[in-house]
């Protein structure tokens, strides 16, 4: 099954796992929604993502880097 721009907390942890080293807020919103679209487990439109998901996204992945 793939994510959608809609499984927030789904693409942040995957985030997190693959990019353990990057600081989610150094991220700017056009590399993170590149990042996201390059996920082998993302299969959304790539340009659904809004800025309000891309910064829940970032929020999410900076909880699971923090964690």
């Known amino acids: 099954m793939k994510l959608t721009?809609?499984?927030v907390d789904e693409i942040a942890r995957d985030l997190a796992r693959r990019y353990p080293?990057?600081?989610p807020l150094n991220v700017e919103l056009p590399q993170l929604?590149?990042?996201i679209v390059g996920l082998p487990v993302f299969g959304d439109?790539?340009?659904a993502g809004t800025d309000e998901i891309l910064e829940a996204i970032q929020?999410?992945?900076y909880d699971e880097h923090e964690g």
Do not use: F, L, Y
């Open 5 to 7: 721009w809609r499984d």
């Open 21 to 23: 080293e990057t600081d």
């Open 33 to 35: 929604r590149a990042m």
């Open 45 to 47: 439109e790539p340009d």
């Open 59 to 61: 929020e999410a992945w």
